[in-house]
């Protein structure tokens, strides 16, 4: 019984380091995608920057919540790079 229960706990810490990791991957990965994108470092990314982008371009219209055809670095971190 007690090997079981430090086994549950090992289970609970590895599933929750793991999916800490994907999330620091997947900020990492949206991190260095503005850093491209943002191509005059201007601290945002306009649509032309985003067409660089499959992945921003086909979310343009939910991510400039704004409308004012630029993407914030808040409004950039909506974006979804699921794969």
């Known amino acids: 019984m007690k090997n079981l229960k430090v086994i549950l706990a090992l289970a609970v810490t590895l599933g929750a380091s793991s999916a800490a990791l994907a999330a620091s991957n997947t900020a990492s990965s949206a991190g260095e995608l503005w850093k491209a994108l943002d ?3 201007d ?9 660089a982008s499959q ?29």
């Open 43 to 51: 601290s945002a990314i306009s649509k032309e920057e985003a067409s």
């Open 55 to 83: 992945e921003v371009s086909s979310q343009w219209d939910l991510l400039d919540l704004n409308q004012d055809g630029a993407l914030s670095e808040k409004e950039f971190s909506l974006v979804s790079l699921a794969k």
């Open 39 to 41: 191509t005059n470092q």
